[in-house]
């Protein structure tokens, strides 16, 4: 069996996240990645790069393997699986998930199609949501799904999962239109009412394939995955800290029901599978796998995320993490780096005032802000979750001619979202500056890094 140097980058990558997934990683898991690490000659310096990479990322690089390396990865996966004397139904999610994306060949995996996905945080949770996602229109599918919809919906509820099918929540929608005005006058109260009647005005022309592009598929297809067949979006529900979501993509084939049906028998006997083994040198290799589980020792540390804070809290007395860098990513999320990577929630309105800011270091009074519509506008297009330009160019147009309360209530928005995770830390961090003058963030810029400066330019 061969493994090149960016496939045990890669196996480290998936190994750590495994562990991690559960929310606890115990003596037992770390015994036997001790024992892997070792087996595969994972140095340090890989398991570095390995804190580098998405786990999409990591995917793709162990998707070039040979099947019977793959066929390691799945009794890697098994045996660290049971080190801690337990299967968490997370953990199970994410090795099906893996060994579907790295396409293994095995008779329980045979036509189930599917890639694995980080994508930036998304602003609504999918935690326990299967979503149809598509491309086009396929009349077949749809059809099939609306027949089984109930059946769908009970084998998911089994699974404590939730359809969410978009076709379905479209006509939903539009049906309780007057109703779902209503809840956005209350819900949304800094929408104008020029804004509600374009929302009224689009609504009608919705479906779901357009939804499917905007929430998913245009991200995708930018950075070089085209999902070009309906499929299942399901969100794997790892613990781990990150920036990203983690999602399966899985085809639904000509009989979704039974795809569906086909996953969660492959997720439920995942540690079941027992594929042959060719020679006796293989034989060997994998019998160097088998985790001993031993009686916990009194020396035994579950380490969780909570000890990860306390690692933050530290470490931030050290000169260099007393003021956390901040993370922007191309999607506009912005992330505490220094502060366990605690993302700083906001609408994509103030993350576009704020990340305006940040680009121009030296400030700029509110009252020139108009002149600036251009720049304001691209970088909240980039970022927002809209499609409609008018919308998008009413909202700028509303904040930058301070129309209502949009301004305030945006600085006012950022000013919360700062201090709800930093209380008086915050300040450095804030938009700043007396009534009628330069308004500045006064966060030193080497703290501040951009994962794709240029897109926002």
């Known amino acids: 069996m061969k493994f090149k140097e960016i496939h045990k980058t890669a196996l480290a990558k998936v190994l750590s996240d495994l562990v991690q997934c559960d ?66 139904p997370s953990e199970s999610l994410l090795i099906t998930a893996l060994l579907l994306s790295i396409s293994i060949e095995l008779p329980e995996t045979q036509d189930l199609n599917a890639n694995f996905v980080s994508i930036p945080s998304l602003s609504f949770d999918t935690r326990n949501a299967v979503l149809y996602v598509e ?50 006058s209350y819900i949304e109260p800094t929408l104008s009412e020029a804004q509600l009647d374009l929302i009224d005005k689009h609504l009608p022309k919705l479906d779901s394939v357009f939804l499917s592009k905007e929430i998913f598929l245009n991200y995708l297809n930018a950075n070089g995955l085209k999902i070009s067949e309906p499929s299942f979006f399901l969100k794997i529900g790892n613990m781990k800290s990150s920036i990203d979501q983690d999602f399966l ?47 916990e020792s009194k020396e035994e540390l579950h380490y969780t995320g909570f000890h990860k804070i306390i690692l933050d809290i530290l470490l931030k007395y050290d000169g260099l993490h007393e003021v956390s860098r901040l993370f922007i990513t191309r999607k506009g999320d912005i992330f505490l780096t220094d502060r366990n990577n605690t993302e700083v929630k906001m609408p994509a309105l103030c993350k ?42 009413k909202a700028i147009d509303n904040l930058t001619d301070f129309i209502g309360s949009t301004m305030n209530a945006n600085l006012s ?36 890094v951009f994962e794709d400066l240029e897109v926002f330019l």
């Open 23 to 88: 929310g606890i990683v115990n003596q037992g898991e770390i015994d036997f990645l001790q024992q892997v690490y070792a087996l595969f000659n994972i140095t340090l310096t890989s398991r570095k790069k390995a804190t580098n990479l998405s786990l999409s990322e990591a995917v793709n690089m162990l998707r070039s393997l040979g099947n019977q390396e793959k066929i390691a990865i799945l009794r890697v996966f098994q045996q660290l699986s049971l080190s801690d004397d337990s299967l968490d």
């Open 135 to 184: 491309p086009s229109y396929n009349r077949k599918i749809n059809a099939s799904i609306k027949r089984d919809y109930d059946a769908i919906c009970e084998l998911l509820r089994q699974t404590q999962r939730e359809f969410f099918y978009l076709p379905k929540a479209i006509d939903d929608l539009k049906s309780k239109k007057k109703t779902f005005r209503n809840t956005l």
């Open 249 to 295: 993509i899985l085809e639904t084939g000509d009989a979704p029901l039974l795809t569906l049906e086909r996953l969660i028998q492959l997720n439920t006997n995942i540690l079941k599978i027992n594929p042959p083994i060719e020679n006796e040198r293989e034989k060997a290799f994998f019998k160097k796998l088998i985790s001993k589980n031993e009686t």
């Open 352 to 393: 576009a005032l704020y990340i305006f800011f940040l680009i121009h270091e030296d400030g700029l009074s509110l009252n020139y802000l108009n002149d600036h519509k251009s720049e304001l506008y691209k970088i909240y297009s980039h970022i927002s979750t809209y499609g409609d330009e008018e919308l998008l160019k």
């Open 413 to 448: 928005r950022i000013r919360k979202a700062f201090r709800d995770i930093l209380g008086d830390e915050a300040n450095i961090y804030l938009i700043k500056g007396e009534k009628g003058g330069q308004k500045v963030v006064h966060l030193d810029r080497r703290l501040v």
